[in-house]
């Protein structure tokens, strides 16, 4: 076994720091740390946290590892904190490493961040590739923050256990659940910032977007209907009863078989990721710019179809790949 997977299984955090690092990059190394590592995972419970920017996702998160560490102290808690490349979010990103030092410090929690990219289909490779290595290393919980763009909330579905959707009263016109696929996605609803005046018609206009996605509830414990909290994710109040909440979710998931059904889920979103990426890579391999450019080229005054192009690009590609 490598030194650098011995290391990470005896709970050495800069061998983790450093794995995590590798496998981020892509690396050969990263690789076969992961390789390595990959029959001790399958423990972990990852939680996935999103919701609108700002609405209060890493002060509850914050919270959650707080609670969860006092809870049991034997319990190692990781977060993964997935940084959005936008601009103007740079300043709350900051924040966030600021407030999350003092639970940094210790010793059962792990924290990382991690750059999206804005790569499409990146967030969910990368943070699954990561989430493993935390797995194996035998984190108990993985909290992965994300801020909910449209296409990360899907991803984050094909990555957690439970998602956590964090919703705020004043954060534009209309809650941010309206968005599409938003609801089918959530676990557990938590009503941020209660604290503000306009909460009440926040969780009306929750509760009825819930109703709509789960018309006739069934009271046999079969269908599990996302329970809407209210918390202050600034002074803890409420965040108890999301901890239970996320426990309540697991014994429900091993209750009925969808546990294993999600871990499956996931490990074939990651199989099917990393199959497109390499599709991806060895495509760019064989096919030289300049011949992509004249395809493109074809494309742009309507002589090629978008379809008969990949055809020819394959083409080409595969007499390369032969050769
Ligand atoms: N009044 C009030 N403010 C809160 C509450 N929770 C968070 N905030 C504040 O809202 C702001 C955003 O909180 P964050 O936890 O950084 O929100 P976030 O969702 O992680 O933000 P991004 O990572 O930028 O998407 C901060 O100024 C917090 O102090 C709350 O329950 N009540
Ligand atoms: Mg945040």
Same mark, same amino acid.
């Given at each position: 076994?490598? /030194?650098?997977?011995?290391?990470?299984?005896?709970?050495?955090?800069?061998?983790?720091?450093?794995?995590?690092?590798?496998?981020?990059?892509?690396?050969?190394?990263?690789?076969?740390?992961?390789?390595?590592?990959?029959?001790?995972?399958?423990?972990?419970?990852?939680?996935?946290?999103?919701?609108?920017?700002?609405?209060? !996702?890493?002060?509850?998160?914050?919270?959650?590892?707080?609670?969860?560490?006092?809870?049991?102290?034997?319990?190692?808690?990781?977060?993964?904190?997935?940084?959005?490349?936008?601009?103007?979010?740079?300043?709350?990103?900051?924040?966030?490493?600021? %407030?999350?030092?003092?639970?940094?410090?210790?010793?059962?929690?792990?924290? %990382?961040?991690?750059?999206?990219?804005?790569?499409?289909?990146?967030?969910?490779?990368?943070?699954?590739?990561?989430?493993?290595?935390?797995?194996?290393?035998?984190?108990?919980?993985?909290?992965?923050?994300?801020?909910?763009?449209?296409?990360? $909330?899907? /991803?984050?579905?094909?990555?957690?256990?439970?998602?956590?959707?964090?919703?705020?009263?004043?954060?534009?016109?209309?809650?941010?659940?309206?968005?599409?696929?938003?609801? /089918?996605?959530?676990?557990?609803?938590?009503?941020?910032?209660?604290?503000?005046?306009?909460?009440?018609?926040? $969780?009306?206009?929750?509760?009825?977007?819930?109703?709509?996605?789960?018309?006739?509830?069934?009271?046999?414990?079969?269908?599990?209907?996302?329970?809407?909290?209210?918390?202050?994710?600034?002074?803890?109040?409420?965040?108890? $009863?999301?901890?239970?909440?996320?426990?309540?979710?697991?014994?429900?998931?091993?209750?009925?078989?969808?546990?294993?059904?999600?871990?499956?889920?996931?490990?074939?979103?990651?199989?099917?990721?990393?199959? /497109? %990426?390499?599709?991806?890579?060895?495509?760019?391999?064989?096919?030289?710019?300049?011949?992509? !450019?004249?395809?493109?080229?074809?494309?742009?005054?309507?002589?090629?179809?978008?379809?008969?192009?990949? $055809?020819?690009?394959?083409?080409?590609?595969?007499?390369?790949?032969?050769?």
């Amino acid at each position: 076994m490598p /030194e650098l997977v011995q290391a990470i299984l005896q709970g050495d955090r800069r061998a983790l720091a450093r794995s995590i690092t590798l496998v981020e990059n892509d690396t050969a190394q990263g690789q076969q740390t992961l390789d390595a590592l990959f029959p001790k995972t399958g423990k972990a419970h990852v939680v996935g946290i999103t919701g609108a920017s700002g609405a209060g !996702k890493s002060s509850l998160v914050n919270c959650l590892v707080d609670i969860l560490i006092q809870q049991d102290p034997k319990l190692q808690v990781a977060v993964i904190a997935v940084d959005p490349t936008s601009p103007f979010s740079g300043g709350s990103v900051l924040g966030d490493r600021i %407030r999350m030092r003092a639970i940094a410090e210790n010793p059962n929690v792990f924290i %990382r961040s991690m750059a999206s990219r804005g790569a499409l289909g990146g967030l969910a490779h990368n943070t699954q590739a990561v989430s493993l290595v935390l797995d194996a290393a035998g984190y108990d919980f993985i909290l992965v923050e994300t801020v909910g763009a449209g296409q990360s $909330e899907v /991803e984050i579905a094909s990555l957690a256990h439970s998602v956590l959707v964090v919703e705020a009263p004043g954060l534009g016109d209309d809650i941010q659940a309206a968005k599409a696929g938003i609801m /089918e996605i959530a676990d557990i609803l938590v009503l941020n910032k209660a604290d503000k005046a306009d909460v009440d018609a926040a $969780e009306m206009a929750l509760r009825s977007m819930l109703a709509m996605g789960y018309p006739s509830t069934k009271t046999d414990g079969s269908v599990w209907v996302p329970p809407i909290l209210r918390t202050v994710a600034t002074d803890g109040k409420g965040v108890a $009863e999301v901890v239970n909440a996320i426990q309540a979710h697991a014994e429900f998931l091993h209750s009925t078989g969808t546990w294993q059904q999600r871990d499956q889920t996931r490990l074939r979103a990651f199989l099917h990721g990393l199959l /497109e %990426r390499k599709r991806n890579q060895e495509w760019q391999q064989f096919i030289q710019k300049e011949e992509f !450019k004249q395809v493109l080229k074809k494309i742009y005054i309507h002589e090629l179809s978008p379809y008969a192009a990949v $055809e020819q690009l394959q083409s080409i590609s595969f007499l390369k790949n032969s050769h």
